[in-house]
């Protein structure tokens, strides 16, 4: 099933503009949706790496950045399945994972990047950050919202889901009208 | 006013003009301020001179500061007369913010004579006094030695003030080759772009605009190597963004994937693998000892395929392609690095390539040597080599990665603590450098020779900084303390390239002398040398420069924190604290007795 729904998607060889960038970013937020597995991305942060995140040490600032680590299975489970995500778009496009700071509702962390290093969200080196306000709009009504904040991006961000039903994150999917090549290789 | 009154207002206000007219020097390691002052970390033991007299090898650089005072708003010229070659440089003052003091860093390329006034229109110091200039003398290695003699003029039209010069040129000559290598590092190229709006603001448009690029890049590297220093560029980033110029081009997926194109990667990397970028340098074309491969772990292979064959097939079809284009350039020379930078706190990757910390991830290093194993041929002339940066678990790395890992760049303070690990590292053929930062503009001059000391007396092969082309948005006026530079952009003043800094002379110059002390070493006694040199760069003994790891810090490097590392780290630190400006002017004056008693 997962293969026919890739299969059925043909996206575009080139975004020249941002309504081609918004309406291929949605497609792929749908396929988003339904493809990343929400029980797997809730395996991904260590529970040691969160203790650390949610306690910050007052003689290290870090603490939190040293002791971060992740399920490598989880980890690498999901990235694949982000970077065939982006692979839709035959342009550069990343599927960023974002997931709630467990035990903290009004923070959130972005959880996987991808390689073009593109967000518009995310403060570049943080572990977690206050929780952006369209991201908890779509972990409440579980609906995908498009946002164009940053000159040039466009974000299309879908709700992911477990086994529960519950959103448990959002995934970013991410394109640029004019791409930077040399953007954030740092 | 009559015309008799305005004359002798004249003459009178000539005569303040000329009357305040001063020329004077400073050793190196005394840095001016623009008050006609000295900087008040380098105070201790200062000392104005009115002529400048020295000693020098040959193939080496001698280095002073000429100081123009002078409260008059009129023109001045200073004029160089010497027959050695020599560069002078205009000392730019920067207003330091954490401080708000003023320090001389950036040193700008000019012109003898040449003509300038008090206070500088462009520096705009509130009740400056005071120009200072650098002035290198460079002595070839072909110098006839004897005493040359020449002198430094400062005039204003109505008078001038005079400084002899006497350079004593001794036989010995500085060897090319230096025991530590000085390492600059840096990240990408963004930072080239900010820095020079005017040279790549079409950067992305057309092929000439990138082979500004290229230049810059290669006056980069230049202006490192004239230094005696290396440079290092990472063209990727934490989640594996390659940026365009560091890596060739490829095409295909699985099985298909190989280089589509060289020719940017070529155009970039040939005349610093070739040595030709480095043509008109003093020091003579040679090709760049080291550099970071764009190997990561989503390049060339897509992290899609880990762990399936496509990934390896990916990897080992780049890989092996790498090695052949470089074998038949004849790029053999250099060191290529696959090194691994990344951090899973940046979220890209599931396992941290740099520092470390949880010794799981040492399967990954060991994976992708196999990896390599599988791409380059055992008897190939191009020297691939895995690098892994260590902190942490360095002691732990050392061990288990034996074999895999071949060049270890370790955190400086930890390898105090394991350092007696070096001679087992080195035997198996490991190249080892240790890291850390940059010293500031406020700390003392003499800081900036503590690291390449203290390498060379621990052994190791060379020293990092690892960041040195970051001045900040705006280190005319507002500098953040130069932590993260050790060269400024040149655009402002119309130079198209890097100008040097201060400090990048200053230990330049503590690489040469190490050269030669380096020398000594070998042919006599090591220790009796480096025993004189550190009793007289800040009066200890060379047990003292030994560390050992203090029993209060937990068994598992997972209970280690930056604040117990620190507080671990200060009683050995301390010793290397309150160092004298004039600390490694006592140690040049022992390399230098030494190699004229010797040769």
């Known amino acids: ?186 | 006013m009559n015309s008799r009154s305005s004359l002798l207002a004249g003459l009178f206000a000539l005569a303040i003009q000329c009357s305040a007219l001063e020329l004077r020097a400073l050793p190196e390691f005394f840095r001016p301020d623009p008050f006609g002052g000295i900087v008040e970390s380098d105070r201790d033991g200062a000392g104005w001179l009115t002529a400048i007299k020295a000693k020098a090898a040959r193939g080496a650089y001698v280095s002073f500061h000429l100081v123009a005072g002078g409260s008059g708003a009129g023109e001045c010229a200073l004029s160089i007369d010497f027959p050695l070659t020599t560069d002078v440089y205009r000392e730019w003052f920067h207003l330091n913010t954490a401080d708000r003091k003023y320090y001389p860093d950036a040193l700008i390329p000019i012109r003898s004579p040449y003509r300038f006034q008090i206070p500088s229109s462009d520096n705009a110091i509130p009740g400056q006094t005071a120009q200072a200039f650098w002035i290198d003398f460079w002595v070839p290695a072909s110098t006839e030695p004897k005493t040359y003699r020449g002198r430094a003029r400062l005039s204003d039209g109505s008078g001038q003030r005079t400084i002899p010069i006497e350079i004593s040129v001794l036989p010995a000559v500085v060897p090319e080759r230096d025991p530590v290598t000085l390492d600059n590092n840096s990240y990408g190229t963004s930072w080239l772009i900010q820095q020079y709006p005017k040279a790549l603001a079409t950067v992305n448009e057309s092929r000439r605009a990138e082979d500004e690029l290229f230049r810059l890049i290669h006056e980069h590297h230049q202006l490192f190597y004239d230094h005696r220093g290396t440079f290092h560029q990472l063209g990727y980033g934490h989640a594996g963004k390659v940026g365009p110029e560091f890596a060739p081009e490829l095409t295909g997926t699985g099985a298909e994937k190989h280089v589509r194109s060289w020719d940017r990667f070529d155009r970039h990397y040939g005349p610093l693998l070739d040595g030709s970028a480095f043509a008109s340098s003093r020091r003579g074309p040679r090709p760049i000892p080291y550099v970071y491969l764009p190997v990561n772990p989503e390049w060339p292979a897509s992290f899609l395929w880990w762990g399936e064959p496509g990934y390896q097939a990916e990897f080992t079809n780049v890989l092996s392609e790498m090695e052949r284009h470089f074998r038949e350039k004849g790029w053999t020379s250099t060191v290529f690095e696959v090194f691994f930078n990344q951090k899973k706190r940046y979220k890209g990757f599931q396992w941290d390539g740099d520092e470390v910390r949880f010794s799981r991830d040492n399967r990954y290093f060991v994976a992708y040597h196999d990896l390599v194993a599988k791409a380059i041929p055992a008897d190939s002339p191009v020297h691939f080599r895995m690098r892994a940066d260590t902190s942490w678990t360095m002691a732990h790395q050392f061990e288990e990665l034996k074999g895999v890992v071949s060049f270890w760049v370790a955190g400086a303070g930890e390898f105090s603590w394991y350092a007696d690990m070096l001679p087992q590292l080195k035997q198996r053929g490991d190249i080892v450098w240790n890291y850390g930062g940059t010293p500031t503009v406020e700390q003392v001059s003499s800081t900036i020779t503590l690291n390449p000391l203290q390498s060379w007396i621990t052994g190791v092969d060379g020293f990092v900084r690892w960041l040195t082309v970051n001045p900040g948005p705006d280190p005319w006026r507002h500098l953040n303390g130069g932590g993260e530079t050790l060269i400024y952009p040149g655009e402002r003043f119309g130079v198209e390239g890097p100008l040097a800094s201060i400090r990048l002379k200053l230990q330049r110059n503590c690489l040469q002398d190490l050269a030669l002390l380096d020398e000594e070493a070998k042919a006599g006694s090591r220790d009796r040398v480096r025993e004189e040199v550190v009793r007289r760069f800040n009066n200890t003994k060379l047990a003292e420069w030994r560390n050992t790891r203090p029993e209060t810090l937990p068994k598992s490097v997972l209970e280690w924190n930056n604040a117990d590392l620190g507080d671990a780290l200060k009683p050995f630190e301390s010793r290397f604290s309150n160092l004298q400006p004039s600390a490694w002017l006592r140690v040049r004056d022992f390399a230098l007795q030494e190699t004229g008693s010797s040769k």
Not at chain 1, 146 to 173: C, D, H, Y
Not at chain 1, 178 to 185: K, L
């Open chain 1, 1 to 186: 099933m997962k293969c026919v729904l890739f299969l059925m998607i043909v996206l575009p060889a080139v975004a020249t503009d941002v309504s081609t960038l918004e309406r291929d970013l949605n497609e792929i937020a749908r396929v988003a949706t339904a493809m990343v597995d929400g029980d797997v991305c809730e395996h991904i942060v260590t529970d040691r790496a969160l203790r650390y995140m949610s306690h910050p040490d007052p003689r290290d600032q870090y603490a939190d950045g040293d002791n971060y680590d992740v399920d490598d299975d989880a980890f690498i489970r999901t990235k694949k399945t982000l970077i065939r995500l982006a692979n839709l778009a035959n342009y550069p496009v990343d599927a960023n994972l974002w997931m709630p700071l467990r035990g903290d509702p009004r923070r959130i962390q972005v959880v996987i990047r991808n390689k073009y290093e593109m967000s518009q969200f995310w403060d570049w080196g943080k572990l977690s950050q206050a929780m952006v306000p369209e991201m908890k709009e779509v972990l409440q009504t579980g609906k995908a919202l498009t946002v164009k904040q940053k000159p040039k991006f466009v974000s299309v961000l879908a709700p992911v889901r477990n086994s529960l039903g519950q959103i448990v994150g959002v995934v970013e999917v991410v394109g640029e009208t004019t791409p930077d090549a040399r953007e954030n290789v740092k």
